[in-house]
């Protein structure tokens, strides 16, 4: 054996015995992440110790003749594992249960794309194994895989420190219904990659992702003659020069990328510059709790008042409890012109009740307001040894993780906006046209048609609404009947004839929607969406209603319980939209005289334990014209902000509905009820028009 081979056979033994070394090292770490687990007033992450260790090593490694700096990056190294390993043992059951659970994550692109290994990183610090690591064409297609239930989760790259942020995966964060429930970042090192052999002289086309083309640009132009060619990913790009099998042809990709498409290194470090990360978020169909002993992050998304000062005053809720922004994002809402969608990283759990309490402050000054997820902060992680290199006192006001805060016993992670103690905050106000429906002051009559039944009818119902001082105009398009063999309403076309005689006499519309599917269509030209008695508990309309930015009109089910016309609002609310109007429309009893029992108690108990707009409807309630007014001027006294009330303008021949429904006269004498008693309780009636 010759002396070279001896050295090589010394470093295959030193290497084994690091080795074995580091992997006693995090037994040792585990076990201490047992007792933490099981003490929850020992932090996670102990700044001081880390330094302490810090020294030693560095003391040690330079009497024996090494570089404090590299000594100091390998701890570095070391202590990211081993605070990763210590998080997922936090959560996880016991010592096999990260075996026993294994998930299907989702990724945009070809194995050994970025997202790919960096879901290879980010599941070390997770408590499951993945079994399996599918690639999509797109980010869409991962996410309908996702909610399809064929993954469990997907990694989404959301920014990069060169290229920015990523718009498309903002924009479907928006669209989708998921949570993010973990990031990760990954440092992207970029290298050329051709056919065994080939020499960086021989290259004449450079093929991958768009974005890894732009991050090596300099580098591309120097290859003279070269030209660029797009693909959709960089590790498809890998593949794609493999199977082409030319020469002349190079991949820019992950080295990891190249190794595996078969192909060889021709030039590593070709990015134009240096520290070119990326952030990814993981995102699943539900939340995940996080320790609040894991430094974390919340995500928000809201959109704020179209007024000035009013994204300045959002942002103050938060500096105001000394909470840190770390990143604000607007991304223009394509439907209102001018207006923005914002989105916000903010340092911090959602169940530290400082969070908790500015986003209860958030929510009442946004029309849409969501917890896109509270997650581990994995981007602010120990990143160089220069951390420790000069141990001033400025390292002392550094990244400690906060102390635990007192947990609140809430039901999941999520801030439950809509509270059942409401004393504590502003009733909340829904704006259309020009009712201010919930503030204190007004009160607002919503008139109109049972059913759209044609252009005629609804021309002049909403000419006899308007004179009666209505402020919003109703009319079923699509109507839910209990008999297959009723009118069923004229549809799409009896929303567009309603939303032209609205716009005739000024006055914005509210229409029944019955199927999720029908949400967004709807939402394009009805001013308020509404949701029948019938469909309080369709839980699918009512999460889709949860994206749109249009108020939603919630009638209690008639055999709901307050608690359960409630939760059915916390649906809306919780998926980000806080614009909603519960309305009492009675219930059913045992008593067969009228249609159904208008339950007057309700308007006080919702009162009291929502900040929620009430309104009444008597109509449905009583089902007979007669009692409609008298219902409706209880209605004022029992404190309801407004009312919705069925008109027709011939109601013998009704399609729909047609003895309850009030004629010109009666519509007088409501007036005449409604004006001194709405005077008494201090609310201003809309005015006649
Ligand atoms: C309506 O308002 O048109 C209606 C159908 O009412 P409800 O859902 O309360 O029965
Ligand atoms: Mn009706």
Not at 153 to 165: D, F, Q
Not at 566 to 584: P, R
Request: hydrophobic share 40%; with cysteine; glycine share 6%.
């Amino acid at each position: 054996m010759t002396q070279f081979e001896d050295a090589r056979t010394d470093i295959d033994r030193i290497d084994s015995e690091l080795i074995r070394s580091l992997a006693a090292r995090m037994e040792v770490v585990r076990a201490i992440a047992a007792m933490k687990r099981d003490n929850p007033d020992l932090p996670l992450c102990n700044e001081a110790r880390e330094r302490d260790v810090f020294e030693k090593w560095s003391a040690e490694g330079k009497q024996l003749g090494l570089s404090p700096y590299f000594v100091g990056r390998i701890l570095r190294e070391v202590l990211n594992y081993s605070r990763r390993d210590q998080e997922s043992v936090l959560v996880r059951v016991d010592d096999d249960s990260k075996e026993t659970r294994k998930v299907r994550v989702g990724y945009q692109g070809a194995p050994g794309a970025y997202s790919d290994l960096a879901i290879e990183k980010l599941f070390i610090s997770r408590p499951m194994a993945v079994r399996e690591r599918a690639g999509f064409h797109s980010f869409a297609a991962a996410l309908d895989a996702l909610e399809a239930k064929d993954l469990d989760y997907v990694l989404l790259p959301i920014e990069n420190t060169i290229a920015g942020s990523i718009n498309d995966v903002y924009r479907l964060l928006a669209e989708r219904h998921v949570h993010i429930v973990d990031e990760e970042v990954w440092h992207v090192e970029h290298v050329l990659a051709g056919l065994p052999g080939a020499e960086l002289e021989d290259i004449s086309t450079v093929r991958s992702h768009v974005v890894a083309l732009q991050q090596c640009q300099a580098f591309i132009e120097e290859l003279v003659g070269c030209v660029a060619e797009s693909h959709y990913d960089t590790a498809g790009s890998a593949v794609s020069v493999a199977e082409a099998g030319q020469a002349g042809v190079a991949a820019i990709c992950s080295e990891e990328a190249a190794r595996r498409a078969g192909l060889e290194v021709i030039k590593r470090d070709i990015a134009d510059r240096p520290n070119n990360m990326t952030r990814f978020v993981l995102v699943a169909l539900a939340p995940e709790r996080v320790d609040p002993r894991v430094r974390s992050r919340t995500s928000l998304l809201f959109t704020a008042d179209h007024r000035r000062g009013a994204l300045a005053e959002c942002l103050q809720y938060f500096a105001g409890q000394g909470l840190n922004l770390c990143k604000l994002e607007s991304r223009p809402l394509p439907e209102t012109p001018w207006e923005y969608l914002f989105y916000i990283d903010l340092e911090g759990n959602v169940e530290d009740p400082r969070l908790a309490d500015s986003l209860k402050k958030l929510a009442e000054h946004t029309n849409h307001l969501r917890v896109l997820g509270c997650y581990p902060d994995r981007s602010t992680e120990g990143g160089s040894a220069n951390d420790w290199m000069d141990t001033d006192e400025a390292q002392e006001t550094s990244s400690a993780p906060p102390k635990a805060p007192a947990l609140k016993s809430t039901a999941g992670p999520l801030v439950t906006i809509l509270r059942e103690d409401s004393s504590e905050r502003e009733p909340s106000v829904v704006r259309i046209g020009t009712a201010n429906i919930g503030a204190r002051d007004e009160f607002t009559l919503i008139l109109g048609p049972c059913a759209v039944e044609n252009r005629e009818q609804v021309m002049e119902a909403a000419a006899m609404a308007r004179e009666a001082g209505a402020q919003v105009l109703r009319g079923g398009a699509f109507k839910p009947r209990s008999s297959p063999y009723s009118f069923q309403g004229l549809g799409w076309e009896g929303l567009d004839l309603l939303v032209e005689a609205g716009r005739t006499y000024g006055l914005p519309v509210v229409t029944e929607v019955l199927r999720p599917e029908d949400v967004q269509r709807m939402a394009g030209s009805a001013d308020m969406l509404q949701v029948g008695a019938r469909n309080m508990q369709n839980f699918a309309l009512l999460t889709e209603l949860g994206k749109v930015r249009r108020p939603v009109l919630l009638k209690r089910g008639m055999s709901a319980t307050i608690g359960e016309l409630l939760a059915a609002a916390e649906y809306i609310l919780a998926g980000g939209n806080q614009q909603v109007i519960l309305c009492e429309r009675g219930i059913r009893t045992f008593e067969t005289a009228t249609r159904a029992t208008l339950d007057l108690s309700a308007v006080p108990v919702l009162k009291a334990r929502t900040h929620l707009p009430v309104i009444v409807d008597p109509s449905h309630a009583a089902g007979r014209r007669d009692l409609v007014i008298p219902l409706a001027a209880s209605a004022v006294a029992v404190g309801a902000d407004g009312l919705i009330i069925e008109l027709h303008p011939n109601p013998e021949v009704a399609l729909c509905d047609k003895d309850q429904a009030l004629c010109r006269s009666d519509l007088e004498d409501l007036r005449a009820q409604l004006e001194p008693l709405t005077r008494a309780m201090g609310r201003r009636l809309g005015q006649p028009g």
